[in-house]
């Protein structure tokens, strides 16, 4: 099943696989989406991560943790009030 073009003419679509490649949106679109050749030539830095996530003290980035923790850490058990 293919979806139709719900903006004809428009680059700025919502599904990264339907960007024009020859249009400036795609210079701006999610790394992850481009071929892995072009982002190994990329200088980026991690935008989130488990490290940057676990490392973050602040009230916000706590409650983050608390919810990522089970997919970054090997040896996480949830609590009593946690269900898995």
Not at 2 to 19: F, I, M, S, Y
Not at 42 to 55: N, P, Y
């Amino acid at each position: 099943v293919t979806l139709k073009d719900v903006r004809p003419g428009d680059d700025r679509k919502h599904c990264e696989c339907q960007v024009n490649t020859a249009s400036p949106f795609f210079d701006c679109i999610n790394i992850m989406a481009l071929p892995k050749e072009e982002r190994n030539q990329l200088e980026g830095r991690d935008a989130s991560s488990c490290a940057i996530f676990e490392k973050d003290t602040s009230l916000p980035g706590r409650h983050l943790w608390e919810g990522v923790q089970g997919i970054c850490s090997t040896d996480w058990q949830p609590n009593e009030d946690q269900k898995a």
